[in-house]
């Protein structure tokens, strides 16, 4: 199967199946003699794991992360690292069922189109799990910007039809309840919506919005490799998101030039901008504002009330959806949004130091 990594400098290749042995990503070009021990990667996977409220799964998965390789002395050695998570409570027989049936909203019968063969425990490597390589190796990137000041906030902007208040901002209590919200009233109501939901054997999309603090000016290359169009594919490529945008995103089909623009202005010695309405890039390169971006979240297809589908023969059946499933994944996925935009950029920061003839003069002759 090709498609399973991403990066160019900095690469992640993530590997398992759900309801296979383990999930694991091998990192390739991590520099040598960042300190890293595994609890440093538990932190982020911590943040998506299931079981931690009734509005995710209740498969019981302590995703324990095992570093195998590419570390030294407590420190990264150069070389591949190479992590590995167990999975521990597969419930396999929940989807001996579908094995016979396509599944409304997930990727069974576009598997058997492409393979001619599918595993249907959980998804196979279209499960959700999948992302458990993407957090472990993201959580590296993470740790190497945080050396450069390069910090991220990302929270729950919306679940169903609840949106977060500006006025009720409070970044401190994202980690406080367990959809990761920054406005607790705003959480409070999407509580009740995901219990009216559970209620009718339902599922709730919504939006995660992530704010990248202390970018340099200059990442991103005017053409094919653009900051935001890498930052697209990399959100994208989680499965269960179906929209991103930038700044305003869609709203500046509505604006006008002289609203949309962003003055730039000097302040405290600096070129700044007034405003941000292009999200922190400008003709696909980091502008020094804060990047701002959001990702769109399609509700859990996996849901009990009964739907149409067609069996492996074409006939019309009825099913109901059985196991363990999230009745929504926004909050889980927050950290795997961080996670993807911070391999994104640390690969960006790493391919940028080629950019000018005097830095790369600079670097050697000191």
């Not at 040598?32 to 982020?44: R, S, T």
């Not at 030294?72 to 050695?77: H, I, L, P, R």
């Not at 302040?267 to 999200?279: C, E, L, P, V, W």
């Given at each position: 199967?090709?498609?399973?990594?991403?990066?160019?400098?900095f690469?992640?290749?993530?590997?398992?199946?759900?309801?296979g042995?383990?999930?694991?990503?091998?990192?390739?070009?991590?520099p040598?003699?960042?300190?890293?021990?595994?609890?440093?990667?538990?932190?982020?996977l911590?943040?998506?794991?299931?079981g931690?409220?009734?509005?995710?799964?209740?498969?019981?998965?302590?995703?324990?992360?095992?570093?195998?390789?590419?570390?030294?002395?407590?420190?990264?050695?150069?070389?591949?690292?190479s992590?590995?998570?167990?999975?521990?409570?597969?419930?396999?027989?929940?989807?001996?069922?579908?094995?016979?049936?396509?599944?409304?909203?997930?990727?069974d019968?576009?598997?058997?189109s492409k393979?001619?063969?599918r595993?249907?425990?959980?998804?196979g490597?279209?499960?959700?799990?999948?992302?458990?390589?993407?957090?472990?190796?993201?959580?590296?990137a993470?740790?190497?910007?945080?050396?450069?000041?390069?910090?991220?906030v990302?929270?729950?902007?919306?679940?169903?039809?609840?949106t977060i208040s500006?006025?009720?901002?409070?970044?401190?209590?994202?980690s406080?309840?367990k959809?990761?919200?920054?406005?607790?009233?705003?959480?409070?109501?999407?509580?009740?919506?995901?219990?009216?939901?559970?209620k009718?054997?339902?599922?709730?999309?919504g939006?995660?919005e992530?704010?990248?603090n202390?970018?340099?000016?200059?990442?991103?290359?005017?053409?094919?490799?653009?900051?935001?169009?890498?930052?697209?594919?990399?959100?994208?490529?989680?499965?269960?998101?179906?929209?991103?945008?930038?700044?305003?995103g869609?709203?500046?089909?509505?604006?006008?030039?002289?609203?949309?623009?962003?003055a730039?202005?000097?302040?405290?010695?600096?070129?700044?901008?007034?405003?941000?309405?292009?999200?922190?890039?400008?003709?696909?390169i980091?502008?020094?504002?804060?990047?701002?971006?959001?990702?769109a979240?399609?509700?859990?297809p996996?849901i009990?009330?009964?739907?149409?589908?067609?069996?492996q023969?074409?006939?019309?059946?009825?099913?109901?959806?059985?196991?363990?499933?999230?009745?929504?994944?926004?909050?889980?996925?927050?950290?795997?949004?961080?996670?993807?935009?911070?391999?994104?950029?640390?690969?960006?920061?790493?391919?940028?130091m080629?950019?000018?003839?005097?830095?790369?003069?600079?670097?050697?002759?000191?």
């Open positions: 199967m090709a498609g399973s990594s991403f990066g160019n400098i690469r992640i290749t993530t590997w398992g199946e759900s309801h042995k383990g999930i694991g990503v091998v990192v390739d070009g991590c040598a003699g960042l300190p890293l021990c595994e609890q440093d990667i538990q932190q982020y911590d943040r998506r794991k299931p931690q409220s009734k509005f995710t799964t209740q498969r019981n998965e302590a995703d324990t992360v095992e570093i195998l390789s590419g570390i030294f002395e407590g420190k990264t050695s150069g070389t591949p690292i992590l590995l998570v167990h999975n521990q409570d597969q419930h396999s027989g929940d989807y001996s069922e579908i094995a016979s049936y396509y599944r409304p909203g997930h990727a019968y576009c598997f058997d393979y001619g063969f595993d249907y425990r959980g998804g490597r279209s499960s959700g799990r999948e992302t458990i390589g993407r957090v472990a190796g993201g959580a590296i993470a740790k190497i910007l945080e050396q450069m000041g390069i910090t991220f990302t929270y729950s902007k919306s679940i169903g039809p609840v500006p006025e009720r901002f409070d970044a401190s209590v994202i406080q309840n959809l990761y919200m920054p406005d607790e009233k705003a959480a409070e109501e999407a509580s009740a919506y995901l219990e009216q939901c559970m009718e054997s339902n599922s709730a999309g939006t995660i992530c704010v990248v202390g970018l340099p000016a200059g990442l991103g290359d005017p053409v094919f490799e653009k900051l935001d169009a890498n930052l697209a594919k990399a959100i994208l490529s989680i499965g269960a998101v179906k929209g991103f945008e930038i700044g305003d869609f709203g500046v089909s509505s604006s006008t030039g002289l609203t949309n623009n962003d730039f202005i000097s302040r405290d010695g600096k070129i700044a901008k007034a405003t941000n309405h292009s999200g922190g890039t400008l003709g696909g980091s502008d020094g504002s804060p990047l701002v971006f959001r990702a979240v399609k509700p859990t996996s009990a009330s009964a739907q149409q589908t067609v069996n023969n074409g006939e019309e059946i009825e099913i109901s959806i059985k196991g363990r499933h999230d009745p929504v994944v926004v909050p889980r996925a927050v950290v795997v949004v961080e996670t993807m935009a911070a391999i994104t950029i640390l690969d960006a920061l790493l391919s940028n080629t950019a000018r003839l005097d830095k790369i003069v600079d670097f050697y002759k000191k």
